[in-house]
């Protein structure tokens, strides 16, 4: 059980990747590496509290009792189109994982996320779901997500991100403030536009290669 609402991932791998990825000169290719790298980086980070329980095996040496983790497999969710990005670093750590997918767009007229795509394995509610997003900005997406992985049962989510706005974790706190959110860097403010200062750009577009 993750007793902080808000984790910032301060290891020097981490922050020293994230420097390069806000880099505009950094290319498409680079950005893509980069996040796969510090998604496993991070996925270590959200992932350091399992519970382990343990299995009889048999070395080449003689038999032991080893651990392994306990109960049903995770389930990662990715919040598309970004949340992809996150997820092929994570699964490569975690290669048995379940993963669901959330497509959410936003209406141009009430601004409120609207579902066109939900996908996620059975019986949320035995698993840890994590749900993957590079940007919390505004948190209306996520907080959004958050509630349709609830209705379908889970209880026991987590929350990573690359990058967070102040704006977005509060959002988050308010709403769901048993739901941790795992970050690498807390920045300062959103824009007018709704993007994170100083942060990235646009992730989707700086993974995928579009303008
Ligand atoms: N989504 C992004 O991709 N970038 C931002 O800065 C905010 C939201």
Do not use: W
């Amino acid at each position: 059980m993750m007793q902080e609402h808000l984790t910032i991932v301060r290891h020097p791998l981490v922050q020293h990747k994230l420097t390069i990825m806000r880099d505009k000169a950094t290319s498409t290719a680079g950005f893509r590496q980069l996040l796969r790298e510090i998604s496993q980086l991070l996925a270590y980070e959200v992932t350091r509290d399992l519970e382990l329980s343990t299995r009889l095996i048999d070395t080449p040496v003689c038999e032991m009792e080893a651990p392994t983790l306990k109960g049903k497999k995770l389930a990662l969710i990715s919040i598309l189109r970004a949340g992809n990005g996150l997820l092929d670093g994570v699964l490569e750590l975690i290669p048995s994982a379940r993963v669901g997918y959330i497509g959410l767009y936003r209406d141009e007229k009430t601004l409120q996320p609207v579902q066109y795509y939900y996908k996620v394995p059975d019986e949320l509610g035995d698993r840890l779901v994590i749900a993957l997003d590079p940007m919390l900005a505004t948190g209306n997406s996520s907080v959004a997500a958050i509630d349709l992985l609830k209705k379908s049962g889970a209880r026991n989510i987590r929350f990573l991100c690359l990058l967070a706005a102040p704006e977005g974790v509060a959002r988050m706190r308010e709403a769901h403030p048993d739901v941790p959110v795992i970050t690498a860097a807390l920045d300062e403010r959103l824009n007018d536009k709704g993007y994170i200062v100083p942060g990235l750009g646009d992730a989707g577009d700086r993974m995928f290669g579009t303008k």
